[in-house]
């Protein structure tokens, strides 16, 4: 089969490999539909990730038709079109009982933290993702859930982790009515942040980030306001500007390890990999927020330590939540709202491109080339035109 294929940092390429086989009574073989290249993608594709090796094929973010399944499998079917979280879990363990699927107990021996995850390294368990026709997926009762037929394919394949991530940002601000928001990074994550603030009640959104087509992107998409940080000399003492002295109810980081904006940090996090990754966001969130108020991050950083202004976190009160998405928690709420046409998720896609050109999609997206937001893959043979779940069989 096609596949995405790690050969080093910046370097990797579509190749042949062979096809996944059930390995497990309980895993299923699913033939990819739709594959999003995602942010956190980047980071792997940068070399910033420890342990991505060579060989591997990247890819949370995927749809697809279930082929075949292991003999124990009970909800699903050959035939059967799902939408599959980028989360690995089993449903049964302490934490997934308490709907903490992102720290699963029971799919990732390399760790105590995360829980398994499709293609990121093998920190998060060594499973080979979806960027390719065909995917083993374990756990095959729990995670994958079959695709609603009037919900389009390409709004299913931004609910395996982009639109969760983004609602779940929002989720743990513990947002109330009237708070204003502050979302840093106005990639797709931070775009759905902003629409599921509002969603949660606040009463303004405001959106940083220095690229200039997706500031304008977000402030159209979710009638926000925005910030370029290229143009504000002290983030904090801006935002607290723009709150009456104050700063912000709440301030969500959805960039991560790789965020621009200080020399000092992008020197110590990303250049040198002294720590994990480029904790200029964690400042600007914690010094910006208001006493008392929340900070919520999903931006992904490395498991070694950052450099944050922890003292000032608790002189200020503040409240620190964060977490890998747990998707699964969060799509009956999710489909509800692009049923009712609250959420239109499908409109961040900015470019389809065949997985032949992988190293192209790699490349476009990570340079910000031609306006790129949000990248899907399609693999050789899918139709392009089909759109919905029941079209596609």
């Keep these: 089969m096609l596949a995405m294929n790690y050969r080093g940092p910046y370097r990797i390429r579509a190749v042949h490999k062979p096809e996944p086989e059930i390995e497990h009574p309980g895993d299923a073989i699913v033939r990819v539909t739709r594959s999003c290249i ?69 799919t990732n021996p390399e760790a105590t933290a995360v829980g398994g995850i499709f293609g990121y390294s093998h920190t998060a368990g060594g499973y080979d993702g979806g ?31 982009a639109l969760p991530t983004g609602y779940q940002a929002a989720e743990m601000g513990d947002i109330r009515e009237g708070d204003t928001v502050v979302i840093f990074g106005a990639g797709p994550v931070g775009i759905f942040a902003a629409k599921s603030a509002w969603l949660l009640g606040a009463g303004r959104v405001i959106v940083v980030d220095h690229v200039d087509y997706r500031l304008e992107f977000v402030r159209s998409y979710a009638q926000c306001e925005v910030i370029d940080f290229k143009q504000v000399g002290d983030m904090a003492i801006h935002i607290k500007k723009m709150t009456d002295g104050l700063g912000a109810d709440v301030c969500i980081d959805c960039v991560g390890c790789e965020a621009a904006g200080n020399f000092a940090q992008t020197l110590l996090g990303v250049k040198l990999k002294l720590q994990g990754g480029a904790a200029t966001v964690l400042h600007w969130c914690i010094n910006s927020v208001r006493k008392g108020g929340t900070v919520s991050i999903v ?39 692009i049923q009712a046409g609250r959420l239109e998720p499908r409109r961040v896609i900015s470019h389809r491109i065949d997985l032949r050109d992988v190293a192209d999609a790699y490349h476009i997206f990570s340079s910000k080339l031609d306006n790129c937001i949000k990248t899907v893959l399609v693999p050789p043979g899918m139709v392009r035109e089909t759109t919905t779940a029941a079209a596609s069989l």
Excluded: W
């Design 131 to 161: 960027q390719a026709e065909y995917v083993r997926v374990p756990m095959a009762d729990v995670g994958p859930t079959v695709i609603p037929a009037d919900i389009d394919l390409d709004d299913a394949v931004l609910l395996t982790d």
């Design 38 to 106: 995602c942010g956190s993608d980047l980071h792997l594709y940068h070399g910033l990730v420890p342990d991505t090796r060579i060989g591997s094929t990247f890819g949370h973010e995927f749809t697809g038709v279930v082929e075949e399944v292991g003999s124990a499998v009970q909800h699903l079917k050959p035939g059967d079109h799902v939408l599959v979280p980028f989360n690995i879990f089993c449903g049964s363990c302490y934490f997934c009982q308490k709907e903490l699927y992102s720290n699963c107990h029971s």
């Design 299 to 337: 931006g992904v950083y490395g498991p070694t330590f950052n450099a944050v202004p922890i003292g000032n976190a608790v002189n200020k009160g503040l409240t620190l939540r964060m977490n890998q998405a747990s998707v699964k928690r969060h799509l009956p709420r999710l489909i509800e709202h």
